[in-house]
């Protein structure tokens, strides 16, 4: 079945990076995009963009651009975002996720179990 | 980018009633449209996709409906288990927005 695991929850210092994993299992980890969702609470879910990791395209939110940067690798089945110059903005919990099908309309059918990053310094 | 407006932002219902929640988008997002469950501490789930159709493993008592630019998801026969946040989402033209939530407390 399908499965996504995150990396483990991190503490980090204003303006540092952190890179965030995704490994994927009981698919063809290359065929479907990896997206990415953030959760502040009070703010809600924000689509940060998406991956695909057979060819490395990437589509990402404006608002995100500069922020977020996505990679995969194909070899470990494994999709990544590094967050750079972190602020407390960026304090939230991310989601990886995939499309249940291969169709726009398609929903997140699949989630990771959620990475919380917490920036204080 | 397209804005989703959901309503109501919260509301308390007492099991075996049905509830209707609502999401207005900006613009014609013809029917690619999403919903999910999200208990708390949890990942959110998805219930329903292309406005209508239910996911897999998801009780007949949640129903999607709407096109356009308005759409509802309804929970007939409200059950302990559906409290908890709501969301929809769009998949018409990126960025992939998501409605505000709405958090379903059980009486």
């Known amino acids: 079945q399908v499965q996504l695991q995150q990396s483990g929850a991190e503490l980090m210092k204003p303006g540092a990076s952190v890179k965030i994993s995704c490994k994927a299992t009981?698919?063809?980890?290359?065929?479907?995009?990896i997206e990415w969702v953030k959760q502040r609470p009070g703010h809600g879910l924000e689509w940060i963009g998406e991956i695909l990791p057979g060819s490395g395209s990437t589509n990402y939110n404006e608002k995100f651009k500069g922020k977020a940067t996505f990679t995969a690798d194909t070899s470990s089945n494994t999709a990544y975002m590094q967050l750079s110059s972190l602020t407390s903005e960026d304090s939230a919990v991310y989601y990886c996720?995939?499309?249940?099908?291969?169709?726009?309309?398609?929903?997140?059918?699949?989630w990771g179990q959620g990475t919380l990053v917490t920036v204080s310094a | 980018d397209i804005q989703m407006t959901q309503s109501p932002a919260s509301l308390s219902v007492s099991v075996g009633e049905t509830v209707t929640i609502t999401c207005r988008a900006s613009e014609n997002i013809y029917s690619n449209l999403a919903w999910y469950q999200q208990k708390q501490g949890k990942s959110p789930q998805l219930l329903v996709y292309a406005a209508t159709n239910l996911a897999d493993g998801v009780p007949s008592r949640f129903s999607g409906s709407g096109s356009g630019t308005q759409y509802s998801l309804k929970i007939n026969s409200l059950q302990s288990e559906d409290f908890g946040s709501y969301y929809c989402?769009?998949?018409?033209?990126?960025?992939?927005?998501f409605g505000g939530g709405t958090k379903l407390e059980i009486k």
């Open positions: 989402q769009h998949f018409w033209g990126t960025p992939w927005t």
């Open positions: 996720a995939r499309k249940g099908g291969y169709y726009r309309y398609d929903g997140f059918a699949y």
């Open positions: 009981g698919y063809t980890f290359s065929s479907y995009w």
